[in-house]
């Protein structure tokens, strides 16, 4: 039973244009979310977050959007750049004592083509 | 030191075996979490210290998987008579707080069961 699920396995864009990584999630308790980046034989690296109370969080060319009644999020990142070519993980935790277990997606290979 | 070291980084063992995994954690970082990683898979959350709390290990897959810390300083996570299904990426990561999220990863321990 896959709670967070990122249903594109990859994707490709040209350099400068936007990104736009989706993640869906199932449980209804979870109540922040995360976007994780990871580059071959290196471990995943934080990139962006947001709490249910919010919509949308901004960190330069990253953009996090969350819709809570739809349980969708995404990571937008705009311009593109070669060196975002990466597997993004869509991350998730709930509220309460064990809001440090993320559930993670299967991830996003996104390439960015010069 | 700066991040988060594990040793060692690739381990080809045979079925049966055990085997152990290391974790450095951040100078300071109370918190530590060990996932892993199956090949197509997203990251499962294997086990959580935090400080001198009792760990959470709701997540070992049997009882064939322990995890150790003394205090605040290094994790072992030790894997009795591998399978061949025990074959993945052993992710460790460490935080300062319990709050869900922005923890830093090490690089991995690639673990191979033939």
């Known amino acids: 039973d896959q709670q967070v699920k990122q249903n594109s396995p990859s994707l490709s864009v040209q350099e400068g244009r936007i990104s736009i990584l989706n993640c869906d999630y199932t449980?209804?308790?979870?109540?922040?979310f995360l976007w994780y980046k990871k580059y071959p034989a290196e471990g995943p690296t934080f990139l962006i977050s947001i709490s249910s109370i919010k919509d949308k969080n901004e960190d330069g060319r990253f953009t996090v959007f969350l819709n809570k009644s739809a349980k969708h999020l995404s990571l937008h990142i705009v311009p593109s750049q070669p060196g975002d070519s990466a597997v993004y993980f869509c991350a998730a935790s709930g509220s309460g004592g064990s809001n440090y277990k993320l559930t993670f997606g299967k991830g996003t290979l996104l390439t960015v083509n010069p | 030191g700066a991040g988060v070291s594990q040793s060692p980084s690739n381990k080809v063992t045979e079925k049966g075996k055990d085997v152990e995994l290391r974790c450095d954690p951040i100078s300071g970082h109370t918190a530590l979490y060990w996932y892993r990683q199956r090949l197509g898979q997203g990251l499962e959350f294997l086990i959580y210290f935090q400080g001198n709390s009792a760990p959470d290990k709701s997540g070992l897959p049997s009882d064939r998987f322990s995890a150790e810390r003394t205090g605040e300083s290094v994790s072992t996570l030790t894997i009795q008579r591998t399978q061949q299904e025990d074959s993945a990426v052993y992710l460790c990561a460490s935080s300062r707080t319990q709050i869900g999220g922005g923890y830093t990863f090490g690089s991995g321990t690639r673990l191979t069961v033939v």
């Open positions: 449980n209804s308790m979870f109540d922040y």
